[in-house]
C-alpha cells in the first residue's frame, strides 16, 4: 500500500489517497470513481454521473470507500437542501463499488435502506464512507455513512445488500 497526492498529475483529483495500487480491483475502482468525477464515465447512467462529480477519493481499501465531496448547485431542494434523491444515488454508487472491491464481480443492489437524519447546503463539505459489513455467497450487506466532514454530523445512514450481476443462460434476451 502507499499514499497517493496532489504531486502526481495522473491522479486527477484524489488527495492523499491511500490505495494498494497492486490489487486490480481497488485500481478499477478507483478509475470509475475518477471518470464520475470528472464527468467522462462512459456507459454511466447520466443522473450517476452529475451526482458524482467532483467526488474525491480518500481511501480505498479491500471492502471499504472513503469519499469526499463538495455539494454543488445543481441537485438542491427547494430549501437549498442536497437533494435526497442525489444522496441516495451517490449511496448506491459508493455501495456497489465498495462490494466490487471484495468481488471483482459487477454487483447489482437488491435490497436498499436509507435514513435520513440531517442536511447539507450548497458548497459543504461532505465525507461518504462505504463499508462492507458481511457476505454470503454472492450477497454482500454494506453500510454507506453521510456525513458533513466539518463536524461529523450524519446526513444518512444507507443499508444495502448487493449481489453478484450475473448472466443466466437459461433466459435470453428478446428477439422482439
Not at 440531517?118 to 463499508?131: F, L, R
Amino acid at each position: 500500500m502507499r499514499q497517493i497526492g496532489r504531486n502526481h498529475s495522473w491522479i486527477g483529483p484524489f488527495v492523499d489517497c491511500w490505495l494498494d495500487m497492486e490489487d486490480p480491483s481497488l485500481e478499477m475502482t478507483r478509475k470509475w470513481i475518477q471518470s464520475l468525477s470528472d464527468g467522462t464515465s462512459a456507459g454511466r447512467h447520466e443522473v450517476e454521473t452529475f451526482t458524482s462529480r467532483g467526488i474525491q477519493l480518500v481511501k480505498a481499501h479491500k471492502g471499504l470507500l472513503l469519499c469526499d465531496l463538495i455539494i454543488r448547485s445543481g441537485f438542491l431542494d427547494e430549501n437549498g437542501n442536497w437533494h435526497v434523491s442525489a444522496i441516495a444515488t451517490l449511496v448506491d454508487i459508493l455501495a456497489n463499488f465498495a462490494s466490487y472491491t471484495l468481488t471483482s464481480c459487477y454487483q447489482v443492489t437488491v435490497d436498499f435502506s436509507i435514513s435520513y437524519y440531517s442536511t447539507a447546503k450548497v458548497q459543504e463539505e461532505v465525507e461518504i464512507e462505504a463499508k462492507v459489513v458481511g457476505r454470503k455467497d454472492d450477497l454482500t450487506s454494506v453500510i454507506v455513512e453521510v456525513k458533513k466532514k466539518q463536524n461529523g454530523e450524519l446526513i444518512a445512514l444507507g443499508k444495502l445488500w448487493t449481489a453478484v450481476a450475473k448472466k443466466d443462460s437459461r433466459h435470453q434476451a428478446s428477439k422482439l
